[in-house]
């Protein structure tokens, strides 16, 4: 996991429900040569906390259920948990200061062999995640190929299969099926977010997007309350 240069832990605790004194925190450098050409009007950040668009987050990721991240945290504490730490995890995002804690990291098996990695984030990230993407979404899903059906809204795996009975009656015959191998693990971090600085001005959540893509995994185990699935820690 990438920290700042002064700070004195490898973790940040305000991740996980715990935070530390405010301290100085660098900023990830984004490329200058970034175009701002209909970007967001800034500030962003204040969008993301909005208090009904958190709201709206905060429902997607319970309903979403899912297993706990690296703390341990199931959903279903997020309430209480928002309820004693919300006002400082606002004011962290605020000032730029907040830190993802890093994902767990889970191994699954691929259908035809081989193994999956997954990480999962704690259930406070996938929160501000939501609320990034929320916020988010209508800036970048606009730009989208209108040959894209995957993950976007108002846009179905039904709609794709129309799309190519359509191809398919004016006489197409080829399908080419490829996949990029680990894209998510090799992607270049710089040219990305340079891509992303095209539309976002506000630096702080430039930061916050660059330190979600170096949090990291943690492959300790759960402590005991974490629920009845308890994976161990390598060995």
Known sequence: MKTDPDANTVTHPEGQGQYPESRPVSVETVPASSSWTKAEPAPLMEAVVEKANMARAYRRVVANKGAPGADG??????ADHLKQ????????????????SPVRAVEIPKPKGGIRQLGIPTVSDRLIQQALLQVLTPLFD???????????????????????????????????????????DRVNHDLLMARVARRVRDKRVLRLIRRYLEAGCSRMAWPRHAGRVRPRADR
């Not at 989208?144 to 398919?168: C, D, E, I, L, W």
Request: aromatic share 14%; charged share 20%.
């Open 73 to 78: 945290m199931p959903v279903d504490q997020l």
């Open 142 to 184: 606009p730009t989208f190929s209108a040959s894209s059906y995957g993950y976007r809204p108002r846009r179905s795996a039904r709609q794709a299969v129309s799309a190519m009975k359509t191809h398919v009656t004016v006489g197409h015959r080829w399908v080419v099926d490829l996949d990029l191998k680990a894209f998510f």
């Open 85 to 100: 730490y919300w006002p400082t995890l606002r004011e962290r995002l605020l000032a730029g200061e907040y830190h993802p």
